[in-house]
């Protein structure tokens, strides 16, 4: 079965300072992966995707991630967080043959930006 | 923006009971799935709905549970006999295609 592992826990940043969230994978077929951003009190939301083609996306607040299929891993970055990103953010992959769509979820890296 | 919305926020319930977790999926999602969270660990896959049958379930997923959409809106999880290991923050998610799950704010059980 496939297992997702994301190995910061908490990272605490100060404004404008430069993120990267590391994740891993382990599945041996074709994934697409996610990264989702809980906000507090808030819902789960799409932060990005990755299906197939470019392996560097694009995601809504100036987050990207880039899938280097050799390490089997998904990191998260952003150029410059703001306290805004204060949030709690997940990896997850669905394996391309997973009828279904099952989200296996990391254990998620909470965040915290000191303004 | 179009929401997925849990109903109750918070649920507490007597070991034993049945209890009912409430989702409204965005309108014009075909697929529907079940999470939970159980404090301090992942978030874990519970079920996945897709035509009016369960596309995939987990181990979690046993007799005790079961899905519902009763009447082309809500979508319900019931839990026959609650036990206080199922204590965890349960979330609906939906979706209009597949993989793209877009998830509700969750309902809180607690199992006394």
């Known amino acids: 079965a496939q297992s997702v592992s994301q190995h910061n826990h908490h990272v605490i940043l100060s404004e404008a300072a430069s993120l990267e969230l590391g994740c891993n994978y382990s599945?041996?077929?074709?994934?697409?992966l996610f990264w989702y951003v809980q906000y507090p009190g808030q819902h789960l939301q799409l932060l990005l995707k990755y299906f197939s083609g470019d392996p560097l996306v694009k995601g809504i607040k100036g987050f990207e991630a880039e899938f280097i299929k050799s390490k089997f891993s998904f990191n998260l970055r952003k150029p410059s967080v703001q306290w805004s990103d204060t949030a709690e953010y997940f990896c997850?992959?669905?394996?391309?043959?997973?009828?279904?769509?099952?989200?296996?979820f990391g254990g998620g890296t909470r965040l915290m930006v000191k303004p | 923006e179009p929401e997925v919305t849990q109903t109750p926020s918070h649920q507490v319930t007597q070991m034993g009971q049945e209890v009912i977790l409430r989702c409204v999926p965005i309108?014009?999602?075909?697929?529907f799935y079940w999470y939970r969270q159980i404090l301090g660990q992942k978030v874990e896959f519970l079920v996945s709905f897709y035509n009016n049958e369960i596309s995939e379930k987990s181990e979690i997923f046993d007799d005790q549970f079961s899905v519902e959409r009763p009447d082309g809106s809500n979508f319900t999880l019931k839990i026959r006999s609650t036990k206080l290991e199922d204590s965890a923050m349960y979330f609906c998610?939906?979706?209009?295609?597949?993989?793209?799950?877009?998830f509700g704010a969750g309902t809180r059980l607690s199992v006394l």
């Open positions: 599945y041996g077929g074709t994934v697409n």
């Open positions: 998610a939906s979706g209009e295609i597949k993989n793209i799950q877009y």
């Open positions: 309108s014009n999602h075909l697929y």
């Open positions: 997850a992959v669905i394996p391309d043959n997973n009828a279904g769509n099952m989200l296996t």
